[in-house]
């Protein structure tokens, strides 16, 4: 599997910035390597975490499947960031969803674009806001997703 992150950010210049840091073998803190986050993210997917709406075609030969919303909204915890959302239309131009990935350094990050099938085009994106006040649809997915990843990375995991 290739690494999604773009290679002018992989490497020591993937070292993260922000205080973001994880438990070493010896105990110490070390900064957080962009790969070691795509890997957690990777990890942890699963139907437990996957959008309601597409609960029942999510498969684990496809387990990005569901996963760009709580996907985005994990990398924008550990790296910040700006958050992008997009309508997806089938080949017929009607409406499949939405998507929703990261933009680091002017740098697109999609973890999860390989979800898609060839009729489904992703449309062009706009900045959203995070509301982190307001519940939506899969909030406890979101809150299961981040503390896996989380748990994934070494790192504490957050009370709601």
Known sequence: MDPVWPRVLVGASSMLTGGVTGPTRSGEDRPLTLGAIEGAIRAC??????????????????????QCAVTALVVHD????ELLEAEVQYADGSR?????????????????????????????????????????????????????????????CLGD
């Open 96 to 156: 499949q969803g939405f998507h929703y990935w990261n933009r680091l350094a002017g740098v697109d990050i999609d973890l999860t674009r390989g979800q898609f099938a060839s009729n489904e085009y992703v449309q062009p994106p706009h900045l959203i806001d995070r509301l982190p006040d307001q519940p939506w649809l899969a909030h406890d997915k979101y809150v299961v997703f981040r503390d896996r990843v989380r748990a994934e990375l070494q790192l504490p």
């Open 78 to 81: 550990l790296v910040g960031g």
């Open 45 to 66: 997917w699963s139907i437990e975490t996957c959008d309601p709406t597409d609960v029942a075609h999510w498969t684990p030969t496809n387990p990005s499947l569901g």
